[in-house]
Every structure is written in structure tokens, then in C-alpha cells.
């Protein structure tokens, strides 16, 4: 079973930080693309940023500058750097996996989630 697990999220101040995690296991082949995603209450779930196998990495425009996504050098546990929060960033990240490549920022293309880390952005 693959199994995504979030952590990390909180409560901060405009112009603050936060970095998420995400383990990851049951993932038996280093293949396909793997990302982060959020949703706001009353939104549709948005694609934040992916990472395909050979570290090539795709960030939505609201996030460019302030985001980073990285990984340890086992591969099991992949992060978020959030820099610069604001409200508009309030919402439950999720992380996601797919097989297939880094093809689609769609939540459908990708066939794996965690249960989501809350981030609460206050002004």
C-alpha cells in the first residue's frame, strides 16, 4: 500500500514561515512525480508544485519566490518551504503521488494522497 503521510502545519503570522512534511512508503519503484497541493474552504484543490524523478521541479505562479519543495537524500520524506505566508495561503496541504510523470498538475492525475496538514495564515 502506498501511504502518504502530512505534518507540519500551524498557525502563523502574515509574513511568516513554515516548513510541511511528507513520508512517503510503499512507493516500491523510483518512478512518476510527486507534489504538493492545497484547498481553501469552498475551493477547488489547487496544485501548489511537483517534482518529477529527475528533480525537475513546476511551482504555480501565486507561489514562485516564496515556496520550495525539497527531499532528503533517502527519498522517503518530501518537504515544503513556505516563506513570505499569506492569507491567501490558508488551506489543508496535501501531498500526492502518481507512476506517471509530472504530465498534469490536475489533482486527478495523480492516484495517491495524504490526509492533509491544516496551514492557518492570520493577518
Known amino acids: 500500500q502506498v501511504q502518504l503521510v502530512e505534518s507540519g502545519g500551524g498557525s502563523v503570522q502574515s509574513g511568516g514561515s513554515l516548513r510541511i512534511s511528507c513520508v512517503i512508503s510503499?512507493?516500491?519503484?523510483?518512478?512518476?512525480?510527486v507534489g504538493w497541493f492545497r484547498q481553501a474552504p469552498g475551493k477547488e484543490r489547487e496544485g501548489v508544485v511537483s517534482v518529477n524523478r529527475d528533480g525537475r521541479t513546476r511551482y504555480t505562479d501565486s507561489v514562485k519566490g516564496r515556496f520550495t519543495i525539497s527531499r532528503d537524500n533517502n527519498k522517503i520524506t518530501l518537504y515544503l518551504r513556505m516563506d513570505s505566508l499569506e492569507p491567501e495561503d490558508s488551506a489543508m496541504y496535501y501531498c500526492a503521488a502518481t507512476r506517471s510523470g509530472c504530465y498534469s498538475m490536475s489533482s486527478s492525475w495523480f492516484e495517491h494522497w495524504g490526509q492533509g496538514t491544516q496551514v492557518i495564515v492570520s493577518s
Open positions: 510503499g512507493f516500491p519503484y523510483d518512478t512518476g512525480c
